[in-house]
Structure formats: C-alpha cells, structure tokens
C-alpha cells in the first residue's frame, strides 16, 4: 500500500543547520562587501580609475547577489506543500541563473568603457588606486574564505522506490549553486583588485595610463568566464538534463545487467536542484524473481554506486513464457 514519505528528523536538522550557516556567511559578507565598496566609490571618483570603479560597480552587482542569494535561501528552506512537491529549492538555481546574467551584462559595459579609455586614457591617480586595491584584496580573502569552505547541501538524502526503502547518501559535502553564484561573484572581484594594483603599479613606476584600461579589459574577461560557467550549471538544472559527470547510457546497461532484470526503459536522471539528484525508471522483471527484491536491490545499486540516493522505480514481471498450444485433431471416418 502507497505511504507518504516524510524526512527523518535527523536529515531535517542537518538540512536547516546548513541552510543556517549559508546564511550567516551571506550576511557576513554582504556586511564587509557595502562597507568596502562605499569608500571604494569614493576613492575611484578622486582618483579617476576606470578600474577601481568598474570593481566598485562589480561589488555593487555582487552586493545584490549576496541580497539574491539569501532570499533564495529563505524560499529553498520552506517545506513542500502543495503544488509545489519538490519544495521552492530552484528558488536557488534561479538566483545563480541571476546573478550569472547580472555578471554577462556588467561585463560587457566594462567592455565599452574599457575601450574608450584605451582611445583616450585619461589621468589617474596611481597611489590611492593602489591603497585601495591592496585593501580590497584583504577584504576580498576574508570574504571568499567565509562562503569558499566545504558547505553540507541541501540534497535529500534518502531513496526510495515502490515501498520507499531508506538509504544512506554516502555523497561528499557540495556547495549549493546559490552559494557557488555569490562565490563566483566575489571572487571575480579577488582577480578584480589584483589585476588593478598591478595597473596601478606600471602607472606609478611608468607613466603608463592605459594599463587602467586593460586591468578592466582583464575584470571583464575574469566576469564572463564566471557568467559563462554559473549559467551553463543552471540551464542544466532547469531543463533537467542528468548532472554533471552521470552518464545515463552506463547507468541503465549497468542496471539492466543484474540477475532478474529482463528490461530497463523510460530511464530519466535529473538534478531537481543543487545536491537533489534523482532518477526514475520501468524495470521489468525476469518470471519467477520477487520483484520487490529486485527493485530492493537496484535502489542500492543506483544510491552505492552512482550517488543516486533518490530513485523512484516501476517494477513488473515479464510475461511467463506459455506452453505451445496443441491442437487435437479429430480423424473423421468416411462410410
């Protein structure tokens, strides 16, 4: 008889704890992040750096992912209930989708002033560009050190089937796409600042005004790399293709393999959101094995092996080979 499968206690508690430190280092950045970039403006107006305020503007950009980020957070930690049965957990796919669009676009404009200021350099200070680049480099590795360490996830750590059969998920610890998205952000700006203290440096030492210019040619190129890569993990997740690095082909033959298997189709493998990897899938089962049993067993297969710690599996036997069917025929007497 069907159940409603509810979360242990024990994986409730550990998915809140995570959610809860993920929170935390998001206000905690967000904090030294506005602090930063309000003097950072300040300086890049006096001093005239195109690089100091592209970062600024960057950081600006970065200040709303980390606000983003954490109200996809507080939507991600709501139950399921509803409609929504998987929970709002895309809620963070969305925000990484954001701020990776955010970054494409803020990339480009630096793109557009970059070029214009290789035309016609203008005068920049040296010194204080420099100060504040080295400043920002130090507040850039506090910050990427608070939302850069190992973080829980937030996947579901169960597996089930027909009967729905608890399983162990044995998968290392993974930063979530929202936090991958905030941390991409920042540290796109850890390469900002370098890239403008070495610009600054060749002004001071050369005279070189346009190396300003290619420092933010440099940001830019640092930006849309990151863009690139936090919007092809989430286009991945919104339209469900298999995660990263599984290969849904090797997966069904290896399932398909095992004793009592007679048939594997409508294999499906998806990533419902960051560390929520499931699969579903028909197995016809050989006459005469419990297809419980099977199914028992590929759900373990698929949670050991491959990660896979919530499978949904249709299991039926294969229709019995019948005995040839004999025709008696009557030999009829002729008078």
Known sequence: MPHLHEHTHEHAAEEHDGRARDARALKQALFLLLAFMLAEIVVAIVSSSLALLADAAHMLTDAGALVLALVAARLAARPAKGAMTYGMGRAEILSAQANGLTMLILALLIIYGAISHLVSPPHV???????????GIAVNLVITRTLGGEHPGHGHAHAHGHAHDDQHDHSKPKRSLNMEGSYQHLLTDLFGFLATAIAAVAILLTGFRRADAIASLLIAAIMLYAAYGLLKASVRVVMEAAPEGVDPDAIGLRLAAQDGVAEVHDLHIWEVTSGFNSVSAHIVVDA????????????????????????TLQVEHARAKQPPLQIEVASVERH
């Open 288 to 311: 005469g094995h419990d297809c419980h049993e099977v199914r028992r067993t590929l759900s373990r297969l698929l949670a050991d092996e491959f990660e896979l710690s919530h499978s």
């Open 125 to 135: 200070e040296p010194v204080p560009v420099l100060v504040v680049a080295l400043v």
